[in-house]
Nanobody, 124 residues
Framework: QVQLVESGGGSVQAGGSLRLSCAYS????????MGWFRQAPGKEREGVAV????????IYAAPVKGRFTISQDNAQNTLYLQMNSLKPEDTAMYYC?????????????????WGQGTQVTVSS
């Protein structure tokens, strides 16, 4: 059974940084994608960043490109999201997700496995 557990969320001021972690078990990141998604109150869930197992390619949503970095540590079974230059509009619940399928548009895909989420709040 796949388990994904996020941590690292919190409250920061605009311009600050946070690093989210997602510890996973019951899953081998050898195919498909892992990624980060977020959902703000009253808004639909959106893809933030994904990383492909086979190639290590990273894909970012336009609003976070250049500010966020996704990375993965196979030895630690952990996925990270380094978030810099945070803005109030980054405020959301952030979810880690994993799926061993290939997606043509992974940021828009409905991943199979999800964590419980970690809250990020950015104040102005």
């Amino acid at each position: 059974q796949v388990q994904l557990v996020e941590s690292g969320g919190g409250s920061v001021q605009a311009g600050g940084s946070l690093r989210l972690s997602c510890a996973y078990s019951g899953y081998t990141f050898s195919h498909g994608f892992m990624g980060w998604f977020r959902q703000a109150p009253g808004k639909e869930r959106e893809g933030v960043a994904v990383i492909q197992a086979a190639s290590g390619s990273e894909i970012y949503a336009a609003p976070v490109k250049g500010r966020f970095t996704i990375s993965q540590d196979n030895a630690q079974n952990t996925l990270y999201l380094q978030m810099n230059s945070l803005k109030p509009e980054d405020t959301a619940m952030y979810y880690c997700a994993a799926d061993d399928r290939y997606f043509l548009r992974p940021l828009q895909a409905n991943f199979r496995d999800w964590g419980q989420g970690t809250q990020v709040t950015v104040s102005s």
